[in-house]
């Protein structure tokens, strides 16, 4: 049985690799990313193909599971991720079906790993409920809300925003006030919202980071 794994980060796309070799998939390739990940499946036609959601710039996971099931209709895909809803990483577009979604965190214990292996690949194509969010903060959330917090985080401006999202500028600032309302967000005379914002955006994700430039 032959497999793949795409993560950027170097220590987890080891611990993947040495985990399937360990439990008998005897060829098991990796990648870094997602161009990559394709040029590998091509060549080397894995059977089982485990991502990460968040690959940074360019494709994202479930970009790349799309594409994996281009090169080989029934493959059997795990994404991977820290994130608690899809939605925070940019990704709306639903996974292929089939397709199993566990949480980073959860690896951690290889027979939570192994288990998901097994089902996916007893039943690649089965019928799976998508992943609902579970961070509390984002289920009140449109997508188009969790778009915009996103977009916010990342330091594009209203403008930037619109461009992106088909919108006017107004449509933003309106939408950017409804999501600090909707949020929850207390903002003072001497606050800076899209900060605020952003602060909430990297809670919500479980990171301490916040983009200062």
């Given amino acids: 049985m032959s497999a793949i794994v795409v993560d950027d980060d170097d220590f987890t796309r080891v611990l993947l690799t040495r985990t399937l070799e360990s439990a008998g998939h005897t060829s098991v390739v990796a990648a870094a990313d997602a161009a990559s990940g394709m040029r590998l499946a091509d060549t080397h036609r894995p059977d089982l193909a485990i991502l990460d959601l968040d690959l940074g710039p360019g494709p994202n996971g479930i970009d790349l599971a799309h594409g994996l099931r281009r090169l080989n209709p029934t493959i059997a895909i795990i994404i991977l991720s820290s994130y608690q809803d899809p939605r925070l990483v940019g990704s709306t577009r639903p996974m292929p079906l089939g397709a199993i979604y566990v949480s980073k965190r959860s690896v951690a214990d290889a027979h939570v790993l192994e288990e998901a292996v097994r089902e996916v690949l007893a039943s ?46 107004p449509a933003v600032a309106k939408a950017v006030a409804r999501l600090v309302k909707q949020l929850g967000l207390e903002a003072g005379a001497h606050d800076n919202v899209r900060v605020l914002i952003t602060q909430a955006y990297y809670e919500l994700i479980g990171s301490s980071r916040v983009r200062r430039d």
């Fill in 124 to 169: 690649p194509l089965a019928e799976r409920a998508a992943p609902a969010p579970a961070a509390p903060g984002s289920r009140k959330l449109s997508d188009n809300q969790v778009e915009i917090m996103r977009l916010v985080a990342e330091g594009y401006s209203n403008a930037e925003i619109a461009r992106r999202r088909s919108l006017t500028e």
